[in-house]
Nanobody, 123 residues
Framework: QVQLQESGPGLVKPSQTLSLTCSVS??????????WNWIRRPPGKGLEWMGV???????YYSPSLRRRISISRDTSKNQFSLQLSSVTPDDTAVYYC???????????????WGQGSQVIVSS
């Protein structure tokens, strides 16, 4: 059973960079079966796929976030991370990491989810 856990600051100031880490257990992030995603849900809105890092480290991002987003990984810790720069209050959301079998660019249905991390962007 794959388990994911998000961690990071709950409050970020406008124009700063939001950073979250997803710790993975039960599977290696370098295993070819899975891809590792970041998804968010703004208040009162639906889920938004943000980006993914594949087992080989290849990344794909949502076109709407491409200029601000970066996903990286630390294979020694079996973690992958999200950085979102120049945040505004519109980036306030619950952020989830999620894993699924293979790449599903843009999808919001996955086999395994973290519990979610609330991030508020406010001064």
């Amino acid at each position: 059973q794959v388990q994911l856990q998000e961690s990071g600051p709950g409050l970020v100031k406008p124009s700063q960079t939001l950073s979250l880490t997803c710790s993975v257990s039960g599977a290696s992030i370098t295993t070819s079966n899975y891809a590792w995603n970041w998804i968010r849900r703004p208040p009162g809105k639906g889920l938004e796929w943000m980006g993914v890092i594949a087992y080989d480290g290849t990344t794909y991002y949502s076109p709407s976030l491409r200029r601000r987003i970066s996903i990286s990984r630390d294979t020694s810790k079996n973690q992958f991370s999200l950085q979102l720069s120049s945040v505004t209050p519109d980036d306030t959301a619950v952020y989830y990491c999620a894993a699924g079998d293979g790449l599903r660019i843009g999808a919001i249905e996955y086999d395994f989810w973290g519990q979610g991390s609330q991030v508020i962007v406010s001064s």
